[in-house]
């Protein structure tokens, strides 16, 4: 038996139900501990507050912020000078880190207050909402807590990828400028490298970096994908990657291409795109009008200004999608619904546009790359209304198959219930997403 197996003699005699069960109680050990300690740098920070006598500790020397402010951000009471030091030494860290232990329990307390009450009753652990003060520390109060807002009722189910994106579009729509700024100067690093490896492991082939526009790069990639499937077609059975490289290649020269682009027609009329993309972008109509600039969002990207998606337009082929009523299931709007199976476009686009990923707790595969699933299955000689927005979920395909295999179950909760999906499994697991 191993030192670890030593330590925790009972967990051999466990069985499944309750291992499950003993590893829930550690978690939410170790949930209130991270609470506890938060709590307690909280605390002492304000059991030691800024005086003129004390000081104002200051992030500097060997911090990795960037900032000479107090440790807590915009609205957070100041603190006296080497606060952070008797904490290093009883946590045994790093002086930096027990600033940071600092400055987000107080920004927690202070700009984050709907994070901060989640931690406290455990719904979710400290290093979710510790994320969120980190990256909000620079933001003024308004913006933190417009943050916190936002974010706060998907924190549960969020990964480290769906905060920092919340994060980043709160932060474009407080500081419209300051995207408008990033977007000009990402533009500086756009380039086009060759590497070739020398002898002895050249071996003919090189490779082509490319940093540049995104709706630009998105179509010449969609090209490549096209060439190769079409040459696959016509007979060429080299890898798939090897035809996407020989796509691009043709384009300056050497193989032709396989597909015929679109003809130009009238040659002083602009012509249009002939590599065709999709980028679903959610935006306000009257943000497009207004002169300042305004920022909208890409699904999966992130923020963008309206100057930047002008640029796009004016180069790409757009298809503007109507708003889709989100509300039906909480006003006297009635639902749409078939009687199909597959549900019509605009039922699949609510679906999606309302789950955001797939409903099994804690996954976060896009919507728009999972199946749109009848949380009933349905039945062919059933009921009429059997597809509709609220009888339909988006699933992955790993989850779309472990319910197939009647491994889990799930049903959907009230629309005004903060947690929408109810989900059974193996040994008796209960969870919501």
Known sequence: MTAARDEQPGLDDLGPSALLDALAVVDRRARQAEADK????????????????TGTSTWGGD???????????DGCPGVEAFVAEPLAVTLEISPASARQLIADALDLRHRLPLCHGMV???????????????????LSREAALEVDRRLAPRLKHAGPRVIDKAIAMVIAKHQPDQQAEAEQAATAG???????????????????????????????????????????????DRPLGARKADALCGLVGGHPPVVEEEPLGDVTKPPHPTTAMTLYVHADLTDLLDEPVAVGE????GPITTTKLHEWIAHTRVKIQPVIWMDTGQTARPE??????????????QVILRDKTCVFPGCQVDARRCDVDHIEAY????????????????????HHRAKTAGLWRYWRLPAHLPDHYVWTGPCGITARA
């Open 38 to 53: 938060l709590q307690i740098a909280y605390q002492w920070a304000i059991m030691h507050p800024a005086t003129a006598e």
């Open 63 to 73: 911090s990795f912020l960037l900032t000479d402010e107090s440790l807590g951000g």
């Open 120 to 138: 406290e009753s455990l719904k979710v652990p400290a290093w979710k909402a510790r994320r969120v003060a980190t990256a909000t520390h620079h």
């Open 190 to 236: 756009w380039e086009v490298t060759l590497f070739t490896p020398e002898a002895p492991v050249f071996a003919g082939s090189s490779e082509l970096h490319i940093t540049g526009d995104t709706v630009g790069l998105t179509r010449l990639y969609k090209y490549a994908c096209r060439q190769a499937k079409e040459a696959g077609k016509a007979g060429d």
């Open 298 to 301: 890409v699904e999966r990207l």
């Open 336 to 349: 749409p619904s078939v009687d199909r199976h597959d549900p019509p476009e605009r039922i699949r686009e």
């Open 379 to 398: 039945n062919p000689n059933g009921p009429p209304g059997q597809t509709a927005p609220s009888k339909l979920a988006c699933l992955c395909r790993r």
